[in-house]
Every structure is written in C-alpha cells, then in structure tokens.
C-alpha cells in the first residue's frame, strides 16, 4: 500500500511539522505486518505552483491513499486537487486533516464527496489506525472504532468521538537528514495546547496543554546547533506560560550558542519574570526572537475576546527588553475585534508603535471554523468572507470603509515600518503628523491619490515616493529628508549604482582616494579587514558625506559616515557604520 502524505506550503521556505510528524510515528508505531506492507511517501508543494504541475505529480506517483493537510492558507487550492485528482484515480482513497477541516468535518465530506474522509484533531495515532484498518480490511466495522475521523459507510456521513490528546513525548523527533530542509525554515514544538481561552484562536478549544520531556528537548535542539540550523521556528503557542519548561530551554540554547542559529518563540510578555529578563539580557544579539501578540490595548474588547493580557505589564517589559539592543521583538494588532472601532484601533496603534518594536504586524480578524467568535458573530454583527482565510469585511463598529482605510495603513506599516529601512526618516517625518498612525494614514491617501497602490514598486521607488510626500508635507526641510533617506538606503543597501534620489554627491574623489589609502595602511576602522586588499575594503564599504548630522542632532555641518557591510546588526540587519574624520583634514595633519 503506497500512502502519499501531501502539504501544500505558503512558501517555499516554509516545511510542513503536522506531515512529517504522521510518517514518523506511524513508522515506529505501524504493527509488523502493516509495516511490511506500506510504503508512506512525503510531498510538499506550495500555493504558488500550478494545480496542474502538482495534480500530474500526484498521478506519476499514483499512491493508493492520498492524505492532505489543510490551513486556512490552502484549503481552497486543497479542495481543488481533491475534485480533480478523484477523476484521474478514482479508485484512490483521499483523506484530510489539519485544523482547516477538523472543526467541520461533516460539512467538508457534503462539499467534498470525493473524499473518503476526515481526520480531526491531533492525527498522528488516527493515521497510525487509519493504515492498519486498510492493512486489515476483513475486519468489518473497524472504521467505528476509530477516534478522530469523520467517513462515509453506506452512503451516510459518519462522526466518530475526538480522541484524547497523546503524549507529546512519543511523538518521534522528524529532522534527522538537513539536506531535505536546506534553506527552509524549521519548525519545532515543545508544548502542545493553550492555558487561555482567546475567543478568535481555535488554540483555545484544546485545554490539554502538555510538554515534550526537557531530556529530549534538549537533545533535539542540540542536533540543530551542531547541523547549524539558520532559523528554528517553535511553534509553541504560548511558549512561557510554564516558567522552569521556558527557563530550562532558553538556558540550553544560551549556554550551547553556535553563533549562528536564530531561535524565535511565541510568548506572553507580561508573564515574563525577573530569571527570564535577566537571562535574555546575556543572550548573543540575534540568538533568539520574540513574537507578542497585543492584538488590541482596548480593556473592554481585551475582556469580550476572553484575552488575558495587562498591557501596562507589556509595554514595561517590551521596553526592558528593547533596552538590551539584542532581541528582536515583533508585536501584533488584530483589527475588527469586538467594540474596537477605527478611532479605538487607532489608540492600539499609537500604544504599539510608541513600543517601537522591530516589527509591528496590522492584521485582520479570520473567523475560525469551531472558534467562540464564530458563535457570536450575530452578536458583533460580524460579517466575514465566506471563503479562506475568512477575513472580516466589517463589524457593528467597524464599517467596511473603515477596514478599508486600515488595509491601505497595513501596507504603508509593511513597506516603511517593517522593512527596516527607514529608521531615520519616519521619527524626523513623524514631527510633522500628530501621531505616526495618522502618518501612515496619510501616506497611504498619497499612494492612492497618485496611483501608487496599483503598481509593484522597486526598493529604489520607495525612497523616491517617501521624499515626495515629505516635500508635500514640510517642503521647508527637503534637504535635510534626503539625506535621511541616503542614510537609510546606505545602511541597508551595498549599491554602487547611486539612486537618483540621492543627488550628487558631496564627496569628492579625492577626498575619497585618501580615506581608502590611510585605512588600507591603518585600519583605524575596518579592523576587521586586517588581511583584506584595499580593493575589498572598497567592495564591502560605502563612504558618504552629509552636510547635515544626519546621525545626530540634525545641525548643518559636514558629517563623513562609513558603512560596513561585512558587519551588519543581526536584529535589523543595517551596515556597521562609522563617523569618520574629514579625510582631507587628516592628510593636512600629518603633513
């Protein structure tokens, strides 16, 4: 029996846990017999390929069962390959899973008669049943006894029992040859189950939260500092909410630092104590991340959304932890929640960005299949899109005009925010707007007075967009905009093409020559560059001068500013930079 388990990814870089994580305890749980007689194959596609290229893969393979796990980012394009893999290979059985289908199963199977059924829940002891039934088929009524499925017998649809959360510890380590996840993200959980109750997370439904032994956490998480892993992605919901698990974890990855992998956790801020702040205040610059879900700062939507979150307590921590220069943090707004108008959302955002987190995520409301919000969305007046990701059109106080205005501000947040490359233009452009919400509300009326929400711009495009709107908004100080905005471009960009934003420049060759003579022989900064040819040191580095303290307190003067592209901050991932002294006064002084 050939089972092919299938996951159709958002991205490329993304890999599938649920998939690997079946075929790896069914092979070590699998009877003998069973064993010997299946064959289980994996295939990961992504959203962004053709139906037809992966429809023609999953015919050349023709498996005799085809398993899909469903998101709400694939369950339209899953359900597609469901309707027309069954005409290639009718006699193919088709199972799903995953939380896109576990909450409605019934009504999946009505919509999708080419499926044979539905594993809802936790899937690896389901799948594990699953293959020894179709190992064993004489065994009449075996499908009754299996927990967790949603099947067809003689005609009807048929819903067995949830079955019970297993131990997380016997579910099989999946990553054993890195090769099969080069430049992927990798995806780990120590914990499975929320202690809170969010009315929009289906997290919140199992109340069964139990932790992978620490023993085998631990040996796990040393495989991926030895294989020099980039990036391990744990997938915990809440990954602080049992402080020794947290502590113990966050010790080890301390103390084992390769100096290369990034670790990122989804954690509660105001449960962070005294041990884990100090403690993350020793870390390596870039060792770990912190995602932070706010969601909103208004107290009574925070208590319809049965959230617990004191957000006093949070933004004394996300300062704390903002203060030690190491961390990355990225914090999140969900926007169409409950008595969270426009005006009151705008509140939340002002509080959150005053945090100045690295990144500040503007979502929007998806109203989960099997969530309370579902149940309640008569009472919100919440109207949503009937297909996935089911995103909130409107609420009884947020008109759809309103969500509206939002997304244009969510674009402008990502583009200008979130990119990192305009740290030092936004605070100076920001003096002119009451708050940076209503900046980026304007700037997003700009793009769309000029068309420029239509078009997929350069980086380049970016910058130039932002001077305009700034000469727009404060023509007086236009020159001291652009040379914010060199400074920016500079600190992330190793160009050697100059944008034509940016002017001439105010450099001379000459001054240039000498500062590349004097360091080739001194290396009064680059000292990194010890064994580095002066043609390197040009390659890896930019020298810009500015007539205005772009760095500093914006006075006219000559600034000379290098930037450093071998060394870049990990959190941000700007250039080294170095004020310098004007070259041609150096020569002058040693003449």
Not at 523 to 546: C, G, P, Q
């Amino acid at each position: 029996m050939k089972v092919l388990l299938t996951a159709i990814n958002a991205k490329y870089i993304h890999s599938n846990l649920a998939v690997y994580s079946l075929k790896a305890y069914a092979e070590k749980n699998l009877s003998e017999n069973a064993r010997a007689n299946t064959e289980i194959w994996l295939a990961e596609y992504t959203i962004n390929q053709q139906t037809d290229d992966i429809l023609q893969d999953i015919y050349k393979k023709k498996p005799d069962m085809l398993c899909l796990s469903c998101y709400i980012w694939n369950l339209n394009y899953v359900e597609e390959i469901v309707r027309e893999i069954h005409k290639l290979l009718p006699e193919m059985l088709i199972w799903i899973g995953g939380p896109e289908v576990s909450y409605d199963g019934p009504a999946v199977l009505t919509r999708l008669p080419e499926a044979d059924g539905v594993m809802k829940g936790e899937g690896e002891q389901t799948f594990c049943e699953l293959i020894e039934f179709y190992n064993n088929k004489e065994n009449a009524g075996a499908l009754e006894q299996i927990e967790g499925i949603v099947y067809r017998k003689a005609g009807r649809i048929c819903e067995n029992a949830w079955r019970k959360t297993m131990d997380l510890s016997k579910v099989p380590f999946v990553y054993h040859d890195m090769k099969d996840f080069e430049h992927k993200i990798i995806y780990y959980e120590s914990s499975r189950g929320c202690p809170f109750s969010c009315s929009y997370c289906l997290s919140s439904i199992d109340k069964c939260l139990r932790f992978r032994s620490l023993d085998l956490v631990k040996k796990e998480l040393q495989f991926f500092i030895d294989h020099k892993v980039t990036q391990v992605k744990f997938v915990d919901r809440t990954f602080n909410c049992k402080h020794d698990h947290a502590m113990a974890i966050w010790s080890y990855i301390m103390e084992h630092d390769n100096g290369v992998t990034n670790f990122h956790f989804e954690v509660s801020a105001d449960l962070l104590n005294e041990e884990e702040l100090e403690l993350m205040r020793h870390m390596r610059p870039g060792l770990i991340q912190l995602e932070i879900g706010v969601q909103s700062t208004n107290e009574k939507t925070i208590r319809e959304i049965r959230r617990t979150m004191k957000f006093g307590e949070v933004a004394r921590i996300v300062k704390r932890i903002n203060s030690y220069g190491n961390i990355h943090q990225h914090l999140d707004l969900i926007a169409g929640l409950p008595y969270e108008d426009y005006e009151s959302f705008h509140k939340s955002f002002v509080d959150v960005y005053a945090l100045q987190p690295e990144q500040l995520q503007l979502g929007f409301l998806k109203v989960l299949k099997g969530s309370y919000m579902e149940e309640q969305k008569e009472n919100y007046g919440l109207v949503y899109k009937g297909r996935p990701p089911y995103e909130v059109l409107y609420t009884r106080w947020l008109p759809y005009e309103d969500t509206l205005r939002l997304k244009g501000i969510e674009e402008m947040v990502e583009v200008y925010y979130n990119s990192r490359q305009f740290c030092y233009t936004l605070p100076w452009l920001e003096k002119q707007f009451p708050d940076a919400f209503c900046m980026f509300e304007e700037l997003a009326a700009y793009y769309e007075k000029h068309g420029f929400h239509l078009i997929n711009h350069s980086r380049a495009s970016r910058y130039e967009i932002l001077l305009a709107f700034a000469k727009e908004k404060d023509a007086q100080h236009l020159e001291q905009y652009r040379q914010l905005l060199i400074l920016d471009f500079y600190l992330r960009e190793n160009a050697k093409n100059r944008p034509e934003f940016a002017g001439e420049e105010l450099l001379d060759r000459e001054e240039e020559r000498r500062f590349y003579d004097r360091e080739a022989e001194e290396r009064v900064y680059l000292k990194d560059y010890e064994t580095s040819e002066k043609r390197k040191l040009r390659k890896m580095t930019h020298l810009e001068k500015f007539s205005w303290d772009v760095m500093g307190d914006m006075q006219e003067r000559p600034v000379y500013i290098l930037f450093d592209y071998q060394n870049r901050n990990p959190l941000n991932y700007q250039a080294q930079v170095y004020e310098v002294e004007n070259p041609a006064e150096v020569l002058a002084k040693q003449e």
